[in-house]
C-alpha cells in the first residue's frame, strides 16, 4: 500500500474517515472529497493528527462531469492515484416501495450506486495506465438480503455486483476490487437515533453472533487489509464486517425462531 495517493468519498465522516485515518501514513497524500465543507476541515485536521498529508475537495460524486475534472486535476496536482475508497452514501429511513418518496429513491441511487460509478470511472483509468492500485467498495448487510430500505438496500446489492464486474474488468490490468459490508454502524448518525429514542441500542448490539457495536474503526481495518498487500491474492470478494449479524439473523429465523430449549 505505501506510497501514491489515497482517494476516499465520504471522507468527511463515519467510515470514509475512518478508512482515510487508517491508510492515511501508508500514502503520500491523503485526498477526501465530500459535500460538507466544515466537515472536510475538520477531517483533515484529525488525519494531520495521525501524520497524514491531506487535500480536501467538495464534489458531488454523484456527478460525473464534475468527478471527471476533479479526478484529473487531482492526478495533475496532487499525483498518482494509488487506492481508492468510495464512500459517500446516503441513508434511508425504513419505507415500502409503494409508499417511498420518489425522490429520495432517486437521490439514494444517484450518491450510493451511479456516484460509486462515477467515481470509479474518473479514477480507475489512470490507475490502470499504471497497472497499479486497490479499490474497495462499501457495500453492507443490504447487498446480500432484503431489508425494508427499497430504495437504499437494493442500491447496496448492486454495489456487490459492481465490484465483482470491476474485479474482472481492471482485473487484467493488475487493479484489485474488493468491497467491505457493514452491519449497523454506531456513526454520530446512529448514535442520534438511539440518543431520541429512534433506535434501541441494545437490540442493535444483540442482533449479531458477537454482542458488540460495530464502529467505524473496525469497517477501516477491513478495508486496509483488502488494499495491503497483505490481500495480493484476493480481489472480486466483499467481506462482511457485521459481528455476525447474517449468520445470526438465519440462525434465530430457523422453523420461525428458534427452539428455547437450544436458545438457553
Ligand atoms: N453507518 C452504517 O451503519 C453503514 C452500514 C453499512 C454501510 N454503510 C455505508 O457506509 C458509507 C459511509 O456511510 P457512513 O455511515 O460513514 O455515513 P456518514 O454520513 O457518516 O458519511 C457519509 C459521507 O458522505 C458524504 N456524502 C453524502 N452524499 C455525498 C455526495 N453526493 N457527494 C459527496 N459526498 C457525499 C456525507 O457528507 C458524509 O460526510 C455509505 O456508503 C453507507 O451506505 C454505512
Same mark, same amino acid.
Given at each position: 500500500m505505501s506510497g501514491g495517493v489515497l482517494v476516499v468519498t465520504g !471522507? /468527511? $465522516?463515519g467510515i470514509g474517515l475512518a478508512c482515510a485515518k487508517a491508510m492515511a501514513v501508508a500514502h503520500d497524500r491523503v485526498v477526501l472529497i465530500d459535500l460538507n465543507e466544515d466537515g472536510l476541515a475538520t477531517a483533515a485536521a484529525e488525519i494531520g493528527e495521525v501524520g497524514g498529508s491531506v487535500v480536501t475537495f467538495v464534489c458531488d460524486v454523484a456527478s460525473s462531469d464534475a468527478m471527471l475534472t476533479l479526478a484529473a486535476h487531482i492526478e495533475r496536482e496532487v499525483g498518482p492515484v494509488k487506492t481508492l475508497v468510495p464512500s459517500a452514501g446516503i441513508l434511508q429511513n425504513a419505507s415500502t416501495v409503494l409508499g417511498m418518496d420518489l425522490d429520495e429513491y432517486a437521490r439514494v441511487w444517484d450518491v450510493n450506486y451511479h456516484g460509486t460509478v462515477y467515481t470509479v470511472r474518473a479514477f480507475a483509468p489512470a490507475m490502470t495506465d499504471r497497472r497499479l492500485g486497490a479499490i474497495v467498495t462499501i457495500g453492507s448487510i443490504n447487498s446480500y438480503g432484503a431489508l425494508p430500505l427499497p430504495a437504499y438496500c437494493p442500491s447496496k446489492t448492486a454495489i456487490l455486483r459492481l465490484t465483482q464486474i470491476l474485479a474482472v474488468e481492471l482485473g487484467r490490468f493488475g487493479i484489485r476490487v474488493n468491497g467491505v459490508a457493514p452491519g449497523y454502524v454506531l456513526t454520530p448518525a446512529l448514535q442520534a437515533r438511539i440518543e431520541s429514542g429512534d433506535r434501541d441500542a441494545d437490540m442493535i448490539r444483540g /442482533? *449479531? /453472533?458477537?454482542d458488540m457495536f460495530l464502529y467505524p474503526e473496525n469497517i477501516a481495518d477491513a478495508a486496509a487489509f483488502l488494499c $495491503?498487500?497483505? @490481500? =495480493? @491474492?484476493? $480481489? !472480486?470478494t466483499m467481506i462482511p464486517v457485521d459481528a455476525g449479524w447474517e449468520a445470526a439473523t438465519l440462525y434465530r429465523n430457523y =422453523? *420461525? !425462531?428458534?427452539?428455547w430449549e437450544i436458545d438457553e
Open positions: !471522507g /468527511a $465522516s /442482533a *449479531g /453472533a458477537i $495491503s498487500d497483505k @490481500a =495480493a @491474492a484476493i $480481489s !472480486g =422453523a *420461525g !425462531g428458534v427452539p
